[in-house]
C-alpha cells in the first residue's frame, strides 16, 4: 500500500500521527481487470443460459432461475443448451426454454431440506421475564412467543448433493443447519446472520446461533472473505462485517473459548481482506499524514445473476464500458447490504447514478472499528497479547481517522466522505481530490448515527449530547420507528422504509451510550415506536414478520425496491426478540386499536417524531462543515 512518497502505510501507523487536516483521496492500485471467483457458466451468467432465460421472462424473479439444481453435470446441461440455441438460430422460443428447464433442472429450492433445530421448545425456560402473563403484557408475551415459534419455519439443512456435486448447486455446501432469511431468500445470508443470531440466542437457542456463526467462518476459511450469502453467484462480494461480533455474542453467550480460538486467525484473515486493495483506500493530507479507510468495492462487472433483468435495464444504451461500471457499482451496493439507496446515487434520486464505490461508509469503517477491538479482546482471551496489542494499534488509528474525516462537526453526526470521482474509477485511476468538506454527503441518513453503536464515540465524549440532539432534529423520527432517509425515491433503503437491523443498531447503541440520560431515554422512545409499529404489522398481515416496516404508516410493511415486499423474518424476528427483552416492561397495553402512539411513549422523556406520516418526507439537507 504505497504513500504518494513511496513510502508503506499500515494501520499500525502512529495515532498520534494522524491529525485533523485537509485531505485528498487516492484510490489504491489500478483496478482494470476482474476476478471472477464465480465461474459457473449456468449460475453466473457466462454461458449465455442466464441472458435467455430472462429475455423469455420465465420467472418472474430472475433470483429464481440462479436458485434452480441442476439434474445432471453442469457441462452436460450446458452442451444441451448450447445444441438448443444452434437448433433454432440462437434464439429457442420461451415455451422450448420451458422445457428445457424442466428437463435439465430441478425447482428452486429444492436442493434444501427443512430441519427441526434440537434446541427449539415453544416455551422456553426463562423467556422474555419481563412480559409477564397478566393484562397489561399479555398481548406482547403471545406476539413474542408467535415470533419465536417462527425459527423452526426458517430452519434448513442442505440436501447431500450439495457437497456431493456441488457444480450442480449455486447453493454453497455448509457444514451445519442454519435459518434462512425468508421467502425469497432460502440460504443464508451474512449480516442478516448478526440479528438471527441475537434472536436465536433470546430463545435459548444457542446451538443453532453457534451453527449460524461456524457457517459463517467455514466461508470465511474457504474463501478468504465471507461472501454476501451462501450461493456462487454472491463469492465476488461480502456484506457488512459483522462476523466478529457474531462471534462475541455466541462467546459471551457459551463462554467456549476454544472458538475464539478458531476465530481469531479467520478474522484476522477477514481484515485483511477489507483493508487491502481495492476496498481500502488512502486519504492523504497535504502534509503527507495519511488515513486508511474502506469502502464497498465488488469484484464483479456484469449484471448481478440473481438481478440479472433489472441490472441489464439499468444498463440499457450505455457503451461497454460505462455498463461495466454500472454493473460494478450495482454489486457494490450489494455488498453494502443497502440495495438500493439515494446514498449511493450521485443526483440522490437516480439508480443510473450509483457511485457506490466512490463513497468512503461512515457506518463501514466504524463496523472495522469494531472488528479491530473484537479481535484484540479475543486474543487477549486466548493469551496472545502481541495480537491483542497490535489491533490495540489498528483501532485506535480507526478512530483517528474517523475522527478526522467521518465526524461532521455542523450536523453532530457521522457522514459518509464522497471520493473524487477519478479516485475510484473502475480503472484505478488515482487522481487526487482536495477535501475541502463538499465531499461530504449532503443528505440525512439513518446510518450516519450507526457508528456509535459500533464504538466510534469513546466513553464519555461530550459529542454525545450533540449526536442525540441531531437525530432528534434530523426528521428521520417517524411514528413507526426511524426511517432510512428522508428521500422517497422508490429504492427500499430510502423514505419511508425503517429496517430492523438500522433500527436496532441506533438505540443499542443509544441505551448503551452513558451520558446524562438523554440518549437512553430516546432510545427507549425508538423502541417502542418500532415495537408497535411491528406488533400492528404481524397482526394485519395476517400474522407474518416483514423484512422491513413503513416509519410513516405503522402497521404496513415497507415497500420499493426491486422485489415484492418478504416475509419470514430472520432479522426481523431477530431485532423484535432482542427490543422485547430490553424494552418489555416499559410497553404497556399494546396499540388494541392498531394505532401506534405519536407522541413521546411509555417510560421516556423525549424523541417526539420530528418526520411526517403523510409518505412525503421533507428533503432536509445539511450544510456541510
Known amino acids: 500500500m504505497g504513500a504518494s512518497d513511496g513510502r508503506m502505510v499500515t494501520p499500525a501507523a502512529e495515532a498520534g500521527e494522524l491529525v485533523r487536516k485537509p485531505v485528498r483521496a487516492v484510490a489504491r492500485e489500478s483496478r482494470d481487470t476482474v476476478t471472477f471467483l464465480c465461474t459457473n457458466d449456468i449460475f453466473c451468467g457466462q454461458g449465455g443460459f442466464l441472458q435467455a432465460a430472462n429475455a423469455a421472462n420465465i420467472y418472474a424473479d430472475p433470483k429464481s432461475i440462479v436458485d434452480l439444481p441442476l439434474k445432471n453435470a453442469s457441462d452436460a446441461t450446458i452442451a444441451a443448451f448450447q445444441q438448443l440455441q444452434a437448433q433454432n438460430g440462437g434464439n429457442a422460443s420461451a415455451g422450448q426454454l420451458q422445457a428445457f428447464i424442466s428437463q435439465y433442472f430441478d425447482q428452486p429450492g429444492s436442493d434444501l431440506v427443512a430441519y427441526s433445530p434440537p434446541d427449539f421448545t415453544p416455551v422456553p425456560s426463562g423467556f422474555l421475564p419481563t412480559l409477564a402473563s397478566d393484562a397489561a403484557n399479555g398481548s406482547w408475551r403471545n406476539w413474542s412467543l408467535a415470533v419465536h415459534q417462527i425459527w423452526p419455519q426458517l430452519t434448513r439443512t442442505e440436501a447431500a448433493n450439495v457437497s456431493q456435486q456441488p457444480e450442480q448447486h449455486s447453493l454453497l455446501a455448509l457444514p451445519q443447519p442454519f435459518v434462512i432469511a425468508g421467502d425469497r431468500f432460502r440460504e443464508q445470508y451474512y449480516w442478516d446472520s448478526y440479528w438471527i443470531i441475537r434472536g436465536l440466542l433470546i430463545s435459548n437457542m444457542n446451538v443453532t446461533a453457534s451453527s449460524e456463526m461456524a457457517n459463517l467462518l467455514a466461508l470465511l476459511q474457504r474463501y478468504g472473505h465471507v461472501p454476501n450469502g451462501a450461493r456462487s453467484y454472491y463469492i465476488n462480494r461480502s456484506q457488512p462485517p459483522l462476523l466478529s461480533q457474531m462471534v462475541r455474542s455466541v462467546y459471551e453467550a457459551t463462554q467456549n473459548t476454544s472458538l475464539l480460538q478458531y476465530a481469531v486467525p479467520l478474522l484476522v484473515q477477514e481484515h485483511t481482506y477489507w483493508t487491502t486493495a481495492p476496498k481500502q483506500v488512502t486519504v492523504v493530507a497535504p502534509s503527507g499524514q495519511l488515513y486508511n479507510l474502506s469502502r464497498y ?180 423520527i417517524l411514528p413507526g420507528g426511524i426511517t432510512t432517509s428522508l428521500n422517497n425515491t422508490g429504492e427500499q433503503w430510502d423514505y419511508p422504509n425503517a429496517w430492523p437491523p438500522l433500527n436496532h443498531m441506533i438505540i443499542e447503541g443509544l441505551a448503551t451510550a452513558g451520558g446524562d440520560g438523554a440518549a437512553a431515554a430516546l432510545a427507549a422512545d425508538l423502541a417502542q415506536r418500532y415495537l408497535r409499529n411491528a406488533f400492528r404489522t404481524f397482526y394485519a398481515t395476517g400474522g407474518l414478520m416483514s423484512e422491513k416496516l413503513d416509519a410513516a404508516q405503522p402497521g404496513t410493511p415497507g415497500g420499493g425496491g426491486e422485489y415484492r415486499p418478504q416475509v419470514g423474518f430472520g432479522w426481523s424476528n431477530g431485532v423484535a426478540l432482542d427490543l422485547l427483552n430490553r424494552y418489555g416492561a416499559l410497553l404497556g397495553a399494546p396499540p388494541a386499536d392498531g394505532t401506534a402512539s405519536n407522541g413521546t411513549l411509555t417510560g421516556t422523556t423525549g424523541g417526539t417524531a420530528n418526520g411526517t406520516a403523510n409518505g412525503t418526507a421533507n428533503g432536509t439537507s445539511f450544510t456541510n462543515p
Open 297 to 476: 468495492y465488488a469484484e464483479w462487472d456484469r449484471p448481478r445473476p440473481e438481478s440479472f433483468a433489472q441490472d441489464s435495464n439499468t444498463s440499457a444504451g450505455l457503451d461497454p464500458v460505462a455498463a461495466s461500471q454500472l454493473y460494478r457499482e450495482l454489486a457494490s451496493g450489494a455488498e453494502s447490504g443497502q440495495d438500493f439507496s439515494s446514498r449511493w446515487f450521485a443526483d440522490g434520486q437516480t439508480l443510473r447514478t450509483i457511485r457506490t464505490t466512490s463513497i468512503i461508509p461512515a457506518d463501514l469503517n466504524a463496523f472495522l472499528l469494531l472488528m479491530e477491538r473484537n479481535i484484540a479482546v479475543f486474543a487477549n482471551v486466548t493469551g496472545n497479547s502481541s495480537l491483542a496489542a497490535q489491533f490495540t494499534d489498528f483501532a485506535a488509528v480507526r478512530q483517528a481517522a474517523i475522527d478526522a474525516v467521518l465526524w461532521s462537526p455542523t450536523r453532530g453526526c457521522w457522514t459518509d466522505f464522497v471520493l473524487d470521482a477519478n479516485a475510484s474509477a473502475a480503472n484505478g485511476s488515482s487522481c487526487p481530490a482536495v477535501y475541502t468538506g463538499a465531499q461530504r454527503n449532503g443528505s440525512v441518513y439513518a446510518a450516519d448515527y450507526v457508528p456509535l453503536w459500533a464504538g466510534a464515540l469513546p466513553a464519555g465524549d461530550a459529542r454525545l449530547a450533540q449526536l442525540v440532539a441531531s437525530l432528534n432534529g434530523s426528521g428521520l
